[in-house]
């Protein structure tokens, strides 16, 4: 029974140093919250040092916000001043004579937009540039003394004939100055008039925002418009519709060179590269003699 006994209960040296190696893991496993502990105590916060660095932030904050209003105080210490005229004036020697180069871009869409400057006045109003920048500006300024100019606008309700205005009258329609007045009778020359006021939105700078601010404002009367003989039409005469490529203007003189004088629109159509919506664009233009 004893010898049994003592045969069950016998291990290998194997399966004594397996039981060994497996103590020693278990042990390591239990203590190692211990020793990670025993290494690694937490740091404690230390709120004066906090308080500190969050007081450094804030006052780093405000430091920025007043390094912004001083920025063109800085940048006009080293400005050179020099005469000059204000209206197309580059962005380059606005920053020349001290402003940023944010100031600068807010003139430039004004001059975009159709502003222009006929006094000093007029240079005295933008709110990007400040009194103090002004007075310093204000000698240099190649434009007559005075307030800023104000044009004549049209009474409420009165509707101005875009067709027949010259560029004086053109600047009494609410939003229009005298650069968008130039640009608009600069393109009615070349198309030969308005047939509709939506061509408006075709001058350059008059977008979709512009033409909602002047639309109540004018008329148009197609009785004004300048018309071509299509049958007797050469190329240069063609060349004044901003609608036709010069492909497009061959194609009609030679189409009409071979197959003879078109009887109205509907002959046009017959020109492969012409497509519905230039035809519409030309039409009013055209006379069929």
Same mark, same amino acid.
């Given at each position: 029974m004893i010898p049994?006994? %003592?045969?069950?209960? &016998?291990?290998?040296? %194997?399966?004594? #140093?397996?039981? @060994? @190696?497996?103590?020693? !893991?278990?042990? =390591?496993? =239990?203590?190692?919250?211990?020793?990670?502990? *025993? $290494?690694? +105590?937490? $740091?404690?916060? $230390?709120? %004066?040092?906090?308080? +500190?660095?969050? #007081?450094?932030?804030?006052? $780093? /904050?405000?430091?920025?916000? /007043?390094?912004?209003? @001083?920025?063109?105080?800085?940048?006009? *210490? %080293?400005? &050179?001043?020099?005469?000059?005229?204000? #209206? +197309? !004036?580059?962005?380059? #020697?606005?920053? +020349?004579?001290?402003?940023?180069?944010?100031?600068?871009?807010?003139?430039?869409?004004?001059?975009?937009?159709?502003?222009?400057?006929?006094?000093k006045g007029d240079v005295q109003k933008m709110y990007s540039i400040n009194a103090e920048t002004y007075k310093r500006l204000e000698p240099y300024i190649d434009l007559p003394d005075g307030p800023a100019y104000h044009i004549n606008k049209a009474k409420p309700g009165e509707v101005i004939e875009i067709n027949s205005a010259d560029s004086a009258r053109l600047t009494m329609i609410r939003g229009i100055g005298p650069a968008f007045a130039h640009r608009i009778v600069h393109y009615r020359e070349r198309v030969g008039g308005f047939y509709n006021k939506e061509q408006l939105k075709e001058v350059y700078g008059i977008d979709a925002e512009k033409y909602n601010q002047i639309k109540n404002g004018v008329s148009v009367d197609g009785r004004h418009i300048i018309k071509v003989n299509i049958n007797t039409a050469v190329f240069n005469d063609l060349k004044r519709f901003p609608y036709l490529s010069f492909k497009q203007m061959d194609a009609i003189i030679a189409y009409r060179d071979e197959h003879g004088s078109y009887r109205s629109i509907k002959d046009l159509e017959n020109i492969a590269i012409l497509n519905a919506q230039i035809l519409r664009k030309i039409e009013p233009y055209l006379v069929f003699k």
């Open positions: 049994r006994i %003592k045969h069950y209960l &016998s291990i290998s040296k %194997k399966e004594w #140093n397996g039981m @060994v @190696v497996m103590i020693i !893991l278990i042990a =390591l496993v =239990l203590a190692a919250p211990y020793i990670y502990q *025993a $290494n690694h +105590k937490d $740091n404690t916060i $230390n709120f %004066k040092a906090f308080d +500190k660095a969050a #007081n450094t932030t804030t006052e $780093n /904050a405000g430091i920025d916000v /007043a390094n912004d209003a @001083v920025s063109s105080r800085v940048i006009s *210490a %080293k400005a &050179s001043l020099f005469h000059f005229n204000p #209206n +197309k !004036l580059p962005v380059a #020697n606005w920053v +020349k004579l001290g402003l940023t180069e944010h100031q600068a871009e807010i003139i430039k869409h004004y001059e975009d937009k159709g502003g222009q400057f006929y006094t």
